[in-house]
C-alpha cells in the first residue's frame, strides 16, 4: 500500500497513520477515541491554590501584594522554588518531529501526546505540567527558547524530539539550567527497560550480567537503553540500526553512533538483525513494526526475553514471538501483558526530583529508580515482569529512589 504524505507545515510532513496502514481504516474503537478528545476539548486545566473570595484576597495574592512578592523574587531569585509556580511545575516540551511511532507530523501533532503527559502529571503525581509544542526544530532555537522560559519552571520534560538532536539538546539544557531536564523518550524507556528486564532475567533463571543483549533501534530510546544496561552490569550489547549491526567496519555512522560503538558490541558482531540474534538472550525492540519474525525469534538461546515495543505496533505481536519460543514477552501496549510504559517512570522521577530540589537526573539515580520499580512485583512470573501502570505505590516508590 502506498503511504502518500501531505506537506503540513514548513519542516515537517503527516503521513498516512500506521491504524490505517494495518487496519485499512479505523476502527469503531479509534472513531470511539476520536469522539471522545473531540467531547472533552482540553484534558487539564489551571486551578487555584488559593480562595479569592474577598478584596483583601485580591489585594493579597494580586495586586498590591504581588509587588512585595515579586520585589522579593528579583532580590532572592532562589526562593522562587518555595514561593511560586516553580515549587510544582513541570513544561512538557516537543517539537512534533518523533511522535510516538507516527513520525515527523509537527507539532499540532504533538500536541495530544503533551497533553496527555501533562495529565498523568498531575493526576498521578500532584504535579503541575503544561504542554508546549514548538514551531520549529532547529536545535539551537529549541535550546535558546527553553532556556528563556526555564525561569518559570521547576522541570523541564522533553519529548518526542528525534536523534540524534535529542542528545545535544538534552546535554545543552543539563549544562545551561539548575533544574532538572529529562528526555523521558530516552530515559523513561530505558528505565522501565532495566526493570523489567531484571525481573524478565528471574523468570528465565538467567544471570542478569550475562544476558547477550540486541536492541533493534539506535535512536533516542534505543541509544539511552544501552547506557542504563551498560550501567547496571550487562557488558554483551548488540545494537542494530536500519544498515544492520553498529560494527567496527562501518563507515556510516553519526557522532552518537560512534560513541555507542566504543561502549557496546565486545565481540564485533556484524550483519543484519536476524545475524546477531542467532543465541541472543534478548531481544529489545524500539524501531518499528514487523522488525522480527517467528523464525528468527527461534534463532535465539532456550528461554529467550523479547521486548517489543514499536508503537501502536510492536515488531513483533506476543503471539509470534511464543510461537517462536520466547518465554517472557513485552510490549509499549496496554492491551498484552507487561507494558512497557514510561507512565511508570516520569511522574516519580519529578515527583522525587521537585521534592528535593534535585538539579540533574544521573545514571545512578535512574538505576535507583528502575530497581524500586522493579522490587515492586515480589514473585515475577512470564505474564508480570512490571507493575501497573495505575498501581499506587510505582510514584512514590521512584520519587523516593530519587530523593535517596
Known sequence: MDCKTA????????????????TGGMTPKEKKTLHAFKGAGARIETKGRVKLKTKEDIALYYTPGVGVASMHLARHPEDARKMSVKKNSVAVISDGSAVLGLGNIGPYGALPVMEGKALIFREFAGIDAWP????????????????????????????????????????????ALDIPVMHDDQHGTAI????GLTNAAKVVKKKFSGLRVVIAGAGAAGVATAKLLLAAGITDIVM??????????????????KEL?????????????????????????????????????????DKAIV???????????PSEAK??????????????????????????????????GVTEITQETKVRASRALAGLVEKPTATKIIPDVLDKRVVSAVAKAVRA
Open 7 to 22: 506537506p503540513a507545515g514548513p519542516f515537517y510532513q503527516v503521513a498516512a497513520s500506521p491504524f490505517v496502514l494495518y
Open 132 to 175: 508546549i509544542v514548538l514551531s520549529t526544530q532547529d536545535p539551537d532555537e529549541i535550546v535558546r527558547t527553553v532556556i528563556a522560559i526555564a525561569p518559570g519552571w521547576g522541570g523541564i520534560n522533553l519529548e518526542d524530539i528525534k536523534a540524534p538532536e535529542c542528545f545535544d539538546i538534552e546535554r545543552r539544557l543539563i549544562e
Open 192 to 195: 522501565v527497560v532495566l526493570a
Open 240 to 257: 542494530v540500526d536500519t544498515k544492520g549491526a553498529i560494527h567496527k567496519g562501518r563507515k556510516d555512522l553519526n557522532d552518537s553512533k
Open 261 to 301: 560503538l566504543t561502549l557496546t558490541n565486545p565481540r564485533n558482531a556484524s550483519g543484519s538483525l536476524a545475524d546477531v540474534l542467532v543465541n541472543a538472550d534478548v531481544f529489545i525492540g524500539v524501531s518499528g513494526p514487523g522488525t522480527l519474525t517467528a523464525e528468527v525469534v527461534a534463532t535465539m538461546a
Open 307 to 317: 521486548f517489543a515495543l514499536s508503537n501502536p505496533v510492536p515488531e513483533i505481536l
Open 323 to 356: 510461537k517462536g519460543g520466547a518465554v517472557v514477552i513485552a510490549t509499549g501496549r496496554s492491551d498484552f501483558p507487561n507494558q512497557i510504559n514510561n507512565a511508570l517512570v516520569f511522574p516519580g522521577i519529578f515527583r522525587g526530583a521537585l521534592d528535593k
